[in-house]
């Protein structure tokens, strides 16, 4: 089950794994506009962990990215797209998971119209995303966006 990290305690451990954006700070990645999630297992491990952005414009690269959601956070207001700018996982099909329970949750909890990636410009990433049901929106020279039905 989907479980949505409030402290910078939860999430400060977790930054050091991040295998496509360890640079971003556990601080930057609970700024209003942000969401941190995680599943677990039934031994309470955590099992992958997916990091939302809300945003009203699909970014290309992380600086618009966080500009992208400071603009759309302003009076307390949510994105109406949700970019997942990093996902992994530490267990076989945990990735898989984690994407289509936080696509739900932000369907449902959400004023959202679209779920879109931030995603390297790797291979593994594209892979991934299209075999989950992604379809690739653009390639730009620093990222590459896929998006999931909503």
Same mark, same amino acid.
């Given at each position: 089950?989907?479980?949505?990290?409030?402290?910078?305690?939860?999430?400060?451990?977790?930054?050091?794994?991040?295998?496509?954006?360890?640079?971003?700070?556990?601080?930057?990645?609970?700024?209003?506009?942000?969401? $941190?999630?995680?599943? #677990? *297992?039934?031994? +309470? !491990?955590?099992?992958? /962990?997916?990091?939302?952005?809300?945003?009203?414009?699909?970014?290309?690269?992380?600086?618009?990215?966080?500009?992208?959601?400071?603009?759309?956070?302003?009076?307390?207001?949510?994105?109406?797209?949700?970019?997942?700018?990093?996902?992994?996982?530490?267990?076989?099909?945990?990735?898989?998971?984690? $994407?289509?329970?936080? #696509? *739900?949750?932000? +369907? !449902?909890?959400?004023? /959202?119209?679209?779920?879109?990636?931030?995603?390297?410009?790797?291979?593994?990433?594209?892979?991934?995303?299209?075999?989950?049901?992604?379809?690739?929106?653009?390639?730009?020279?620093?990222?590459?966006?896929?998006?999931?039905?909503?």
């Amino acid at each position: 089950m989907l479980e949505k990290l409030e402290t910078l305690e939860q999430v400060y451990t977790l930054c050091k794994d991040d295998p496509v954006r360890p640079h971003i700070s556990g601080d930057q990645r609970l700024q209003k506009g942000k969401d $941190v999630f995680v599943i #677990r *297992d039934d031994n +309470k !491990n955590i099992t992958a /962990v997916i990091c939302i952005a809300y945003t009203n414009e699909v970014p290309t690269n992380e600086k618009e990215l966080d500009y992208y959601t400071q603009v759309a956070c302003q009076d307390g207001q949510h994105g109406s797209i949700a970019v997942a700018y990093t996902v992994w996982s530490y267990s076989k099909g945990a990735g898989r998971e984690i $994407v289509l329970q936080a #696509r *739900d949750f932000v +369907k !449902n909890n959400r004023p /959202v119209t679209r779920l879109v990636t931030l995603s390297p410009l790797t291979i593994m990433a594209e892979r991934f995303h299209l075999r989950n049901g992604a379809t690739l929106l653009a390639k730009h020279p620093y990222a590459q966006n896929f998006e999931y039905k909503i």
